[in-house]
């Protein structure tokens, strides 16, 4: 864009730039608009004759793909399973290939896959290779240069010698023995998010469901003991930041897949001395390196291989067709590893999850060895979640001391799952987990029930973090947890007596009886800055809806001095809606064009004015 006309572009939104409210009317109106938005209708156009063997361009912006396609652009990136299928990647058909008829699994893990196959051709092309294996699993065997217990510790010789041996000697034997941590309730130390960072175990202080009976989604409150910490990082909680949690699989789901895998029971718990050749794994952070540890193999199950997040791919299902003992399921397995089984595999891949379990269930004479697939599977990433509280200002006292409290707000994500309906996240379902046995020790007469929560200080933070000291105006928008993290900011800004009516508040919630967060917990003025809009209860509107609504609101917001608009929640949906709506504002108070107003808002996200985080 050029020098002029940014110069047009900035003259047209100043012009409809509204005055700042009067005293008497300090806090603009957070109601619903009086007046309904009417539609125009177009005039009748005369429909355009068809015309043979041309070429339309049908697609220009993210509108015209959701006409076409009825996804959002969001949407059709998450559906492509990446695999090139969807470039034509599937061989031509050939009438003279044989097809042979197999009879396939009979168990419900199975039928659950949903596999659209009838025949398997005779001949595959296309197969991949078998992955190779990085990881090794290998016996902690006794150096021979160190000696047994019934023979002398150190050789004989000079003072210096002897002590450097007894030095080489300690540190072999301490390589070779499993760290002094509780497993159960934070991971080894190995799993380090990055340098200083260690993960910490939280203990739970407090717990509570934030959402009622008939909710959709269910959302937990926390309260975190950080009182010991460790020191040392050169970074402190703060509003608006975020923890990162090293949330582990579910204790039973690796029981299971032991079991299933034939890992014999004295061995699941015994130190084994894990060898990579290469990448950061079994760690989170670090160099692309060969390493050494000694752990066991249900650590590395539970702390550091995500066995249901992510879709599975053809080198896992390589290697369950290398292992499995059953000719059936071999060629299955292959077929969907071949070109000729691309589109079957595009549609298992990009159909609901299917976790590690579901295909060992659906494929039971395969088994792979342990090391082998932990080759294949993806790394158990850190959750962060945000702060919802101010850390400054949130302490206890207890047993005569002072601790340091943080808070955050986690949504139970749940998917599909062959078994059980539904099941939960990885992280999500952890905190679940956690918050129903602390609230169950509760009520059978615990006074302090010891659970925890393996955490430590976000890498990451949240733009209100760096934003916060700006005395302008700000509008935040969020919808379900989105909210979360403006509590501890609004606490904090409410506290100033002339920052009253300069934040507010747009809440979206599906049903405010079941549904809203944090309900009177925001502080003084809460009734004057905090407007919550309900989607299924009376006439029901969403919260971009409300957005157009207050229109004068966010175009004064903008456009005052170090004002801000801020966006938190799901980009599906919410996320994408306040971004047209916010379009729109501008197109009617700006008096501007679509690209023009687009671009007001890039340049407002390019200046820190407009901040959106969405997932």
Same mark, same amino acid.
């Given at each position: 864009? %050029? ?5 047009? @572009? ?31 209708? !177009? ?79 005779? %001949? ?7 992955? =190779? ?17 019934? !023979? ?5 010789? %000079? ?38 960072? $260690? ?5 739970? $202080? ?14 937990? $409150? ?62 989170? +952070? ?34 369950? &067709? ?10 299955? @397995? ?26 060992? $269930?659906?494929?039971?004479? &395969? ?50 799952? +062959? ?20 609230? !169950?020790?509760? =009520? ?20 209100? &973090? ?37 934040? +507010? ?87 501007? !064009?679509?690209?023009? &107003? ?18």
């Amino acid at each position: 864009m %050029t020098a002029q006309t940014d110069l047009l @572009l900035a003259q047209r939104a100043a012009a409809s730039i509204p005055e700042e409210p009067q005293p008497e009317s300090a806090t603009p109106s957070l109601t619903y608009s009086s007046s309904d938005e009417q539609e125009i209708e !177009e005039p009748t156009k005369p429909v355009p004759r068809r015309r043979r063997a041309s070429t339309r361009l049908i697609a220009k912006s993210p509108e015209d793909v959701q006409r076409i396609t009825g996804e959002t652009t969001t949407q059709l990136i998450r559906r492509c399973c990446g695999g090139g299928c969807c470039l034509g990647g599937a061989p031509k058909k050939d009438n003279n290939v044989e097809y042979e008829a197999i009879e396939f699994p009979d168990n419900d893990a199975y039928r659950s896959l949903n596999l659209k196959i009838d025949k398997i051709p005779t %001949t595959l092309s296309g197969v991949c290779d078998v992955p =190779e294996q990085t990881a090794f699993l290998q016996p902690v065997r006794r150096p021979s240069n160190v000696p047994s217990p019934s !023979e002398p510790a150190v050789p004989f010789g %000079t003072e210096s010698d002897t002590t450097s041996s007894v030095a080489g000697i300690e540190k072999t034997l301490q390589d070779l023995t499993l760290e002094r941590l509780d497993t159960q309730i934070q991971p080894p130390k190995f799993v380090q998010p990055h340098p200083p960072h $260690h993960v910490f175990p939280a203990r739970i $202080h407090n717990t509570r469901e934030l959402t009622k009976p008939g909710a959709e989604k269910r959302t937990f $409150h926390f309260d975190l003991d950080v009182t010991n910490y460790p020191e040392g990082e050169d970074v402190d909680f703060k509003v608006g930041g975020a923890i990162g949690v090293s949330a582990p699989n579910e204790a039973s789901i690796v029981q299971e897949i032991l079991d299933l895998l034939l890992v014999p029971r004295f061995l699941r718990d015994k130190p084994v001395l894990l060898r990579t050749t290469q990448g950061r794994w079994p760690t989170v +952070w670090g160099a692309d390196q060969a390493r050494e540890i000694v752990t066991t193999r249900r650590d590395l199950l539970t702390w550091c291989s995500d066995v249901q997040s992510y879709p599975p791919t053809k080198q896992i299902l390589r290697v369950l &067709a290398e292992h499995t003992t059953d000719a059936t399921e071999r060629k299955i @397995l292959r077929y969907l590893c071949s070109a000729e089984g691309q589109g079957v595999f595009c549609d298992f891949r990009t159909g609901p999850h299917i976790s590690l379990v579901q295909l060992l $269930h659906a494929f039971p004479n &395969a088994k792979p060895p342990l090391d082998l697939l932990l080759s294949v599977l993806q790394p158990l990433m850190p959750r962060f979640y945000s702060l919802s509280n101010d850390p400054h200002e949130s302490f206890l006292t207890r047993d005569g001391k002072q601790h340091r409290l943080i808070e955050i707000a986690v949504t139970v994500h749940e998917a599909e799952d +062959w078994r059980n309906g539904t099941r939960t996240g990885i992280g999500s379902g952890f905190f679940q987990r956690q918050a129903l046995k602390f609230i !169950e020790a509760q =009520e059978k007469g615990e006074k302090d029930p010891e659970f925890y929560i393996p955490m430590f200080k976000g890498l990451m933070a949240n733009p209100l &973090a760096k934003q916060f000291v700006s005395d302008g105006p700000m509008l935040l928008i969020g919808a379900g947890v989105g909210i979360a993290p403006f509590r501890g900011f609004v606490q904090r800004r409410l506290k100033t007596a002339n920052c009253a009516n300069k934040v +507010w508040v747009l809440q979206g919630v599906r049903d405010s009886l079941v549904d809203e967060l944090y309900s009177g917990e925001w502080g003084v003025h809460e009734d004057e800055v905090k407007k919550v809009v309900q989607s299924r209860r009376g006439p029901g509107r969403y919260v971009q809806e409300e957005v157009k609504a207050q229109a004068d609101l966010v175009w004064y917001i903008i456009n005052a001095v170090d004002g801000r608009v801020f966006v938190c929640g799901s980009s599906r949906g919410m996320g994408e809606g306040v971004e047209k709506a916010l379009v729109e504002v501008a197109m009617e108070k700006g008096n501007l !064009e679509h690209d023009e &107003a687009q671009q007001f808002w890039n340049l407002k996200k390019e200046t820190g004015q407009y901040i959106a985080e969405t997932w």
